[in-house]
């Protein structure tokens, strides 16, 4: 599946939220500017939970083999690569791989918006209605139609 790893994560009021807060910085004459930090991108959450060690329950890392921190790296490597020209494109798993490692290192508001656009679909449970109740299956009790 085709990913843009360039959306930029929102306030729940659609305001962009920027990768640190901005910064009041004075300069050697003692002039004070404010630095704006870039967006927070689905390509900046998606590289740090890849590259950050896996961790248990705890927040103890765990132990990977070199075998999967190559896995992890070059799926990294293919997210910051990518453009909004040229999608990401990920396999079921490595999709998978991603919303287990955000959902478990980000917060709902991040969740929300990264798991809509990794899986559109599978991203939140559709509501579900309730169903009519059965038909019971053999005699019905009760009133039949017919007296006794």
Known sequence: MKIDFNYQFTTLGGEVIPERPDEEITDKDGKKTTK?????????????????????KDGNPKEMTGDEKCKRYDLAMRIHKATAKDLADLQVEEIALLKKLIARGYSTLIVGQAFKILDPHGAVERE????????????????????N
Do not use: A, F, Y
């Not at 967006?39 to 248990?56: F, K």
């Not at 009790?141 to 007296?147: A, I, L, T, Y």
């Open 36 to 56: 704006k930090h870039p967006p927070w991108t689905l390509r900046n959450i998606s590289e740090n939970v890849l590259l950050l060690p896996d961790v248990d």
């Open 128 to 147: 579900v209605k309730p169903q009519e109740e059965p038909e019971p299956q053999g005699k019905p009790q009760g009133k039949s139609g017919k007296e």
